[in-house]
């Protein structure tokens, strides 16, 4: 299994998720570079699925079971509060004439209870406020933590083994090929559907029972000469996903081989933090930001489209990157303080043995 630092944080992961943010917040600004941001929201589903099931395997490591129940409140306390403080403050800003956009009940409903990416797709024409179309991917993760705990729970008892879940990714992209060439889906909506995308979480939860498992590299390919030439590989088959724009390519194996390369980079970054490509993953203002980037996710392409629609530092790039971006700092520190920090001490019970209740 991953080892934990001390205070119990897996290594370079909230540095991870800096990157991920800072992917997806370039993407955003709109310049002309060949790194996507939907790159970033990939990272996020590797990220969050390799996470989830690294703590399901603590759980079950110390108590011999897992509480669905309890995942599912803790789900809820991580999830909720920035959730609606964000939209909340997104209302405000509407309201205010800052921010473009319509409050509509049935859209923001969807937002919150997950199932946006379809109604985006199949529903009436949505009136979303500016920036918050982004939420499709909280849909995404929350309909594959439905099943994931039943499957997590069916592998520790015997039942299916690591293969049936490499088995599950092929199907994914077998059912990417259908929707494309069969149903002649286009590719935001094999993008942002759950049974198209539902891999690239479900790589990062391999790669977490693949280190509970001591499945990982022979030791002749652990020295730093090896581990720098498969991240190499690892990028450069990222960056081929990146420059490669067939559009049938582009809806089915791009996203197979991200999930493919991320294993090698996540596998090294946790386990050698210590290395010098992956040590500013692990400063502490990284951290934070890291900290930070699912409400930095939830506020910042809300917080750049106002900056705009109201022309503030719009001739100006660098000045603009950095106010969209200290501004959804601020913001997601304030939510941080008043709306998750106070129940970090539920969440931690929640986490503990039953009697901890």
Not at 45 to 69: H, V
Not at 81 to 98: D, S
Not at 127 to 132: Q, R
Request: hydrophobic share 55%; glycine share 8%.
């Amino acid at each position: 299994m991953t080892t934990p630092s001390k205070d119990g944080l897996i290594p370079s992961l909230d540095g991870l998720r800096a990157v991920s943010i800072l992917l997806v917040f370039i993407g955003h600004l709109g310049l002309n570079i060949p790194i996507p941001g939907g790159f970033g929201v990939t990272v996020f589903f590797f990220l969050s699925g390799f996470l989830i099931t690294t703590l399901l395997l603590r759980e079950y490591a110390s108590y011999q079971t897992i509480s669905l129940k309890r995942f599912y409140l803790r789900r809820v306390l991580r999830l909720a509060p920035p959730l609606l403080l964000t939209l909340f403050g997104a209302a405000l800003l509407v309201w205010a004439g800052y921010a473009q956009g319509t409050l509509d009940p049935l859209t923001m409903l969807s937002q919150v209870f997950f199932f946006y990416n379809y109604f985006s797709l199949y529903g009436p024409v949505e009136p979303v406020v500016e920036g918050l179309g982004i939420l499709w991917s909280l849909s995404v993760e929350e309909h594959f933590y439905l099943i994931w705990p039943v499957l997590f729970l069916l592998l520790m008892w015997g039942r299916i083994g690591l293969h049936h879940l490499v088995g599950l990714i092929v199907l994914s992209l077998i059912w990417r090929y259908v929707h494309v060439l069969g149903f002649g889906d286009d590719e935001w909506t094999v993008y942002i559907s759950t049974d198209t995308r539902f891999d690239s979480l479900l790589f990062g939860c391999l790669l977490a029972l693949m280190h509970d498992r001591k499945l990982t590299l022979p030791r002749a390919f652990q020295n730093p000469v090896a581990m720098y030439a498969i991240l190499a590989m690892a990028v450069g088959v990222i960056l081929f996903t990146f420059v490669y724009r067939e559009d049938v390519f582009r809806s089915t194996l791009r996203y197979s081989l991200q999930g493919l390369a991320l294993i090698p980079i996540f596998h090294f970054a946790v386990t050698r933090p210590e290395a010098l490509v992956f040590q500013p993953l692990n400063w502490g203002f990284v951290r934070r930001i890291g900290v930070w980037s699912y409400t930095v996710y939830l506020c910042h392409f809300v917080i750049i489209e106002a900056l705009r629609n109201n022309g503030v530092a719009a001739d100006n790039i660098a000045l603009f990157f950095v106010l969209a971006f200290a501004l959804s700092c601020f913001w997601a520190d304030l939510v941080f303080r008043i709306g998750e920090k106070p129940f970090h001490p539920l969440r931690k019970r929640l986490s503990g043995p039953p009697q901890a209740l």
